[in-house]
């Protein structure tokens, strides 16, 4: 080295086999999200040149381009909209991995809240809690969204946990189906089926059904579906106008309709709904799904530990 002058050396770039640094992960889903580093830089309070610094520097990480930069408009190549697509949930774990730590320092106990759509009722809910109230002093949270609110709810981390009739799984989400409740039907005590003690689905051919959402966008609307198509005809479909209130309820707003519900057997709403047994009564699912790269050992007894056999 010459007297007198100073080599700079460049710091070293990350390894390939080292996780991705979560801050750059951060930049790299606002440069995408708002389709470019200029707009991104400004929300993120950096320079544009740090960022597109720190954006090279996940791609040499990774061993791959993130983004095209050769048009006007900066687009995901297909492995930059692979790693945008599990991002997500990867950030939102290391939030809660963060607020774990704090919690645990502070000796604080937070409620453990679990989600669930209204085709779950109140009941259903308690009863797959089994495992928890069983095994631990925790408080609980039950707390009733729509199909749509569960994921953003589980990625801010205001859920721990929620449950829903499905099966298919999000990129971002864990899941397991944890139980199996038999399907029966409910009808207005004024419904000519209201006197029946048990009925094959096959008798329903000419009954209007009601449902809670459109084919297509609601696993349990496409199983009631399909439960009537292999008992061998098309079901004719109502969609609910009142959302949110227990599956039961339909009856009251549609009573020459029927609905299908996972209630008990027997009068229910005070006499005013009848619901009935279905013979071989087909078994629709319980899904619980959590954020990926998490640990919860009170989410664990529930998924785990919940016996999933018909009610």
Avoid at 21 to 32: E, G, M, S, T
Avoid at 143 to 160: K, N, R, Y
Avoid at 165 to 174: D, E, K
Wanted: a neutral charge.
């Amino acid at each position: 080295m010459t007297a007198g002058k100073v080599q700079v050396v460049p710091p070293p770039f990350p390894r390939q086999d080292e996780p991705p640094d979560l801050r750059r992960l951060q930049q790299f889903v606002c440069v995408a999200e708002l389709s470019g580093f200029s707009r991104a830089a400004e929300r993120l309070h950096l320079s544009q040149q740090a960022l597109s610094s720190s954006v090279a520097r996940l791609e040499s990480q990774l061993g791959v381009t993130l983004f095209d930069r050769t048009g006007r408009q900066v687009r995901m190549t297909a492995a930059g909209r692979a790693l945008y697509e599990r991002a997500s949930a990867l950030l939102a774990a290391g939030h809660v991995l963060g607020q774990q730590v704090r919690d645990a320092a502070a000796a604080a106990h937070r409620p453990f809240v679990v989600a669930h759509t209204p085709a779950i009722t109140t009941e259903e809910v308690h009863g797959l809690l089994a495992p928890i109230r069983a095994a631990t002093e925790v408080s609980v949270t039950a707390a009733q969204m729509f199909p749509h609110q569960l994921e953003p709810s589980i990625l801010d981390g205001t859920v721990d946990v929620a449950l829903r009739r499905g099966i298919a799984v999000s990129s971002n989400l864990a899941a397991a189906v944890i139980a199996y409740h038999p399907l029966r039907i409910a009808v207005a005590r004024s419904h000519p089926l209201a006197a029946v003690d048990r009925l094959a689905v096959q008798r329903l051919r000419d009954e209007q059904i009601v449902v809670w959402a459109p084919p297509g966008s609601s696993f349990y609307t496409d199983f009631i579906s399909s439960t009537c198509r292999r008992a061998g005809f098309e079901p004719t479909l109502v969609i609910n106008r009142v959302q949110g209130t227990a599956p039961v309820t339909a009856a009251l707003d549609y009573p020459t309709a029927v609905a299908f519900v996972t209630a008990p057997a027997g009068p229910a709403l005070g006499g005013e709904v009848v619901v009935i047994d279905l013979e071989d009564p087909p078994l629709t699912p319980v899904q619980a799904v959590w954020l990926p790269h998490t640990h919860s050992p009170i989410r664990d007894l529930m998924t785990t530990g919940a016996t999933a056999q018909p009610q």
